[in-house]
């Protein structure tokens, strides 16, 4: 019973793809903000991307021009879409929801990026 749930990582090589995927149960989309964070073993968790309700988005700086953060309110869903990746973008990557009244962490999926 998820709030939020995260799918798409996997193992690709270095300059390759990925699209994560992010879809929210039962959430009514308001002035709301859809983030993505990640966590490599003993390092902080750090954010990667964020989206607003309108559609206002920023970024980690290591990544600009590389992912792309989107959402589609209809179907309750936000998407990260990392081109040209690299071993250091290798991580367990989160979606989290903030409300207007409560938040939601997803429970992670992995993406490996081998050299």
């Known amino acids: 019973q998820a709030q939020v749930q995260e799918s798409g990582g996997g193992l690709v090589q270095a300059g390759g793809s990925l699209r994560l995927s992010c879809v929210a149960s039962?959430?009514?989309?308001?002035?709301?903000?859809m983030s993505w964070y990640r966590q490599a073993p003993g390092k902080h968790r750090e954010l990667v991307a964020a989206?607003?309700?309108?559609?206002?988005?920023n970024y980690l700086d290591s990544v600009k021009g590389r992912f792309t953060i989107s959402r589609d309110s209809a179907k309750n869903a936000a998407y990260l879409q990392m081109n040209s990746l690299k071993p250091e973008d290798s991580a367990v990557y989160y979606c989290?929801?903030?409300?207007?009244?409560?938040?939601?962490w997803g429970q992670g999926t992995q993406v490996t990026v081998s050299s």
């Open positions: 989290y929801l903030k409300t207007g009244g409560d938040d939601y």
């Open positions: 039962a959430i009514l989309f308001g002035n709301d903000v």
């Open positions: 989206i607003s309700s309108g559609g206002s988005t």
